[in-house]
């Protein structure tokens, strides 16, 4: 799962970097759909037009009447929701001292995630009352811990036992209340990345990470000259082997 909290800039982002992976297409053309309706304007028939054209330019191997009715159902939907445009959330001073208490690295990193999340279901509905939907394995994801199930449900129990969380009444909701907000503290820190808010704790903590150079997340600075993520430094590396060999091919060329 992936938190977009900035739709809008999201949208523009693709549209403007044509290399840019989309691993879930059609959560960007849902998305997408709602950005034209809200941002551009466009009703159903233009909103169709736009998703079309847009699998045409990005999607090898697109096949129109495979998607027709899923352009039906992104542009007739797209108005019910507006976008979410959130440049990040505020984290209290007495909320960090909060977390902090439990002097456990790996519950700190949990509850950090879970006030985060909670924060921002605050901000995209004023009626959310401190709630998180997201399921226990996107939770972990995002806290960056590795657990089994049982492990997953004990250190959430063992926060509910401290009061800082609470359950959903309803026995088939996974839904979890976060009990420790604190919005009248004074503001202590600015989290605007949700791809890995367990790291953002370490960092806060004081433990050595770097931003990737090219697509910002998170990562472990294990050396000083460390700049990118995995995935962004293979692409770095490639590229500058792309560059050497042309270098060297246009060299030879000229004698």
């Not at 797209?78 to 976008?83: I, Q, T």
């Not at 004023?126 to 939907?133: A, D, F, I, K, L």
């Not at 394995?137 to 250190?155: H, Q, V």
């Not at 808010?197 to 931003?211: A, D, S």
């Amino acid at each position: 799962m992936k938190i977009i909290l900035n739709e809008r800039n999201y949208v523009t982002e693709i549209l403007s970097d044509k290399s840019s992976e989309i691993k879930k297409i059609s959560s960007f053309l849902r998305l997408y759909a709602r950005y034209l309706y809200h941002e551009k304007g466009l009703r159903k028939t233009g909103i169709k037009k736009e998703l079309d054209a847009f699998m045409r330019n990005r999607q090898p191997g697109y096949r129109p009447a495979d998607w027709q009715d899923t352009f039906e159902r992104y542009a007739a939907g797209a108005g019910k929701y507006p976008l979410c445009n959130c440049d990040g959330i505020r984290v209290t001073k007495k909320e960090l001292d909060t977390i902090q208490q439990l002097q456990n690295k790996v519950l700190e990193r949990l509850a950090f995630t879970l006030l985060c999340l909670a924060k921002f279901g605050n901000f995209k509905n004023p009626e959310n009352h401190n709630w998180v939907t997201c399921s226990n394995s996107e939770i972990y994801s995002m806290a960056c811990i590795t657990a089994s199930a049982f492990e997953k449900d004990r250190k959430l129990s063992v926060l509910k036992d401290l009061g800082l969380i609470a359950y959903a009444k309803k026995v088939n909701s996974l839904s979890l209340q976060v009990l420790f907000l604190e919005e009248e503290s004074a503001p202590a820190l600015w989290i605007s990345d949700f791809r890995k808010l367990g790291y953002e704790w370490n960092l806060y903590k004081g433990e050595p990470y770097i931003r990737c150079a090219s697509c910002g997340i998170l990562v472990k600075r294990d050396s000083n000259r460390k700049k990118y993520c995995k995935d962004c430094a293979k692409i770095s590396t490639a590229h500058s082997k792309f560059l050497w060999d042309m270098e060297h091919r246009n060299a030879k060329s000229e004698f």
